[in-house]
């Protein structure tokens, strides 16, 4: 399909589908209101049916002008090495404490790095976590469990 | 000259060893948390206003000025030296001092922000200390229509400042718009799109965004095409700007600070609306279009003024009518209320003097500013020659703990992996993140202001096009969509003419 070699046309597809969602969710659990007694809905109301519209003309000028520009390739590898490595340090920051979330976030991070050398790596992750103690713990006198086993 | 006798009075106190010692720290300090990726003014004040709770008011305030210069300049550096701006004022000052390191010339363009801003300092804080009771009664007279139509207008001014299209950045816009709407429903109190989750409650956290869309989409991409960072590496020799850059930034640095100076004074203007106008401003008046996002002088000169005028500017309705204009006011408010000072009209009576310390000092900090780090900037510009191997981990870290300490909470950490996702698609379909940001940050008050226009109008839209203020705000905003849209119109028609002829 030529329409999803077009950065425009899925844009604006996914404009339509963000849109058409945000509908949804407003219409089923939100109360829209008046104009001139604006409920809890009535913004993202208006928002979401804008933007129904943008993707629509959006995705509608993709395909009239035919432009497929083609979208450049999807790095899915260090695209989930880096939110994973970011999930990784929230889930242990406040259980497992800092000693033990800031490593571990650089070592699933070390997986997506070109040429990565464990040992340096290791170094690494034990000068950042320092410097962090220094400057977040020590100095900004941030409460972050340390250590939690 | 009363004006005279206060500006001489206040630079009396500021000047005095130890205010200017607080001012001195509180810039290093600002400037040295500022620096860290994703730490913006609002992130490193927090952090840092316990420290300044047992000084005295002057002192505590003159040195949360200081950290806020030191933080929006710090900002500005990491914007343009590793392309990650720690917050909205930052975004545009990235795309063309980035590019300029990228090309070498990352020294001078530290050195072009840093004499831009001191520029528009001195002459803000005039405007400030001059114009002080004018531009109050101009903020006075505005009402919600007037509120609204000002959002209007800071957003269509983003949309022309993307560089894909108009009608995408629009739509980035709206997202923004929709995801500022989560959390719960100041009017009502009703939940909106939090689906049962605790964390979504209070809303999505900005700065967990901007590091998502920004810093970590960033980091991906640099892992994903190891070459595109290797460039900066080289040259960056020659840090003060030629003759050639002076030429172009100072005229661009004088507008820059007209512009901040203006939206600035606005409530809900403040830094980021300043800078992003007065890159689109640039582009539009220059003669170089074509080197717009790859390294033009006046698009690093213009934002970083404009910026920092309205940082100065932006205390006026926070200090006369106790509005704070964004969420660095608030926490100044905040520190001041700490002190028992309740910012109003009646602080310009009853404690003058601390006001006008206050004013002498923000000239003051800037100053030390720049004193401070063009001697600095080798030091700044050796943070790039890391290998990214190194700094991508040191990044990442520093900006999960810093999520975290926002308000000692975990979740701002999932919603930038979240973002993450999100902001590395966009990069994909080139869609531009900046008005995203913009759309979330203003969308609570374009609501607000439009549902009290609304109310008092009882449904009525014509409200906004009879009064003069709001309807001369959305002219504005409609010349400047026409202005971009017809020469496009005309290109397109152009260019299709040409292929039919072909």
Redesign the interface.
């Known amino acids: 399909m030529a329409i999803f070699r077009s950065t425009d046309a899925v844009s604006g597809l996914l404009f339509i589908a963000f849109g058409t969602a945000t509908l949804v969710a407003v219409l089923t659990t939100l109360n829209v209101g008046t104009p001139g007694e604006m409920g809890s809905g009535f913004f993202p109301l208006v928002a979401s049916v804008l933007l129904v519209i943008v993707g629509i003309c959006v995705t509608a000028k993709a395909m009239l002008t035919g432009a497929a520009d083609g979208i450049e390739q999807f790095h899915w590898r260090p695209l989930l090495v880096v939110s994973a490595s970011v999930l990784v340090s929230g889930l242990l920051l406040v259980s497992a404490g800092l000693v033990i979330a800031i490593p571990a976030a650089i070592l699933v991070l070390a997986l997506a790095m070109p040429n990565r050398n464990w040992p340096v790596m290791l170094i690494v992750a034990a000068a950042v976590t320092g410097f962090l103690y220094i400057v977040f713990v020590l100095g900004l006198q941030i409460r972050i469990p340390l250590l939690r086993v | 000259m009363d004006i005279l006798a206060n500006i001489a009075s206040g630079l009396g106190d500021a000047a005095q060893p130890g205010n200017l010692l607080y001012c001195l720290i509180g810039v290093v300090l600002g400037t040295a948390i500022g620096v860290l990726p994703g730490l913006g003014p609002v992130a490193t004040i927090a952090?840092?206003l316990?420290i300044t709770y047992s000084l005295d008011p002057t002192a505590a305030l003159i040195m949360l000025a200081g950290i806020y210069y030191g933080a929006q300049y710090g900002g500005s550096t990491t914007a343009i030296l590793v392309n990650l701006p720690g917050e909205a004022s930052s975004v545009v000052t990235a795309i063309d001092g980035h590019a300029m390191a990228k090309q070498g010339r990352g020294g001078t363009a530290l050195a072009i922000a840093a004499l831009a801003s001191v520029f528009a300092g001195t002459i803000a804080t005039g405007v400030v200390a001059v114009f002080s009771p004018i531009l109050s009664s101009v903020a006075l007279s505005f009402l919600s229509p007037d509120y609204f139509a000002l959002v209007v207008l800071g957003l269509v001014a983003s949309v022309v400042l993307a560089n894909a299209?108009l009608?995408?950045a629009?739509?980035m816009v709206?997202?923004g718009?929709?995801l500022g709407?989560v959390g719960i429903?100041p009017?009502?109190g009703?939940f909106?799109?939090t689906f049962g989750s605790v964390g979504l409650t209070n809303g999505l956290e900005f700065v967990a965004i901007a590091m998502g869309l920004f810093a970590?989409a960033e980091?991906?991409?640099n892992?994903?095409d190891?070459d595109s960072k290797s460039v900066s590496l080289n040259a960056i020799s020659s840090r003060w700007p030629t003759r050639d850059d002076f030429r172009r930034a100072v005229p661009a640095a004088a507008r820059g600070t007209f512009l901040g100076s203006i939206f600035g004074v606005l409530p809900g203007g403040g830094a980021a609306i300043s800078s992003f106008a007065a890159y689109a401003m640039e582009r539009k008046v220059t003669r170089h279009p074509e080197e717009f996002g790859h390294g033009a002088v006046e698009g690093v000169a213009g934002p970083e003024a404009a910026n920092n005028a309205a940082a100065q500017t932006s205390f006026i309705p926070m200090l006369t009518l106790g509005i704070p204009s964004n969420g660095v006011m608030a926490l100044m408010m905040g520190a001041m209320m700490i002190h028992n000072i309740v910012p109003g009209p009646q602080v310009m009576a009853g404690n003058a003097d601390l006001v006008w310390a206050l004013i002498a000092s923000m000239w003051i900090g800037n100053v030390i500013l720049v004193i401070l780090n063009l001697p600095m900037v080798g030091l700044w510009v050796r943070l790039v020659s890391v290998p990214y191997?190194?700094l991508?981990?040191?990044i990442?870290?520093?900006c999960?703990?810093?999520l975290?300490?926002i308000g000692?909470d975990?979740f701002p950490?999932?919603t930038?992996?979240?973002f993450?996702?999100i902001g590395?698609a966009m990069a994909?379909?080139?869609?531009e993140p900046a008005p995203l940001l913009l759309g979330f940050i203003l969308?609570p008050m374009?609501?607000e202001n439009?549902?009290r226009s609304?109310?008092i109008?009882?449904?009525?839209?014509t409200v906004f096009f009879t009064r003069p203020i709001s309807a001369t705000l959305l002219a504005v905003a409609g010349a400047l969509l026409l202005s971009v849209m017809l020469p496009t119109l005309r290109r397109k028609r152009l260019q299709i003419i040409e292929e039919g002829d072909g």
């Open positions: 952090m840092l316990p299209s009608l995408k629009f739509g709206l997202i718009l929709i709407s429903d009017n009502s009703d909106r799109f970590f980091i991906v991409q892992i994903a190891p191997r190194y991508a981990p040191a990442l870290a520093l999960v703990v810093g975290y300490g000692n975990i950490i999932f930038a992996a979240a993450t996702v590395y994909r379909l080139k869609c969308g374009l609501e439009l549902r609304l109310l109008s009882d449904g009525d839209v």
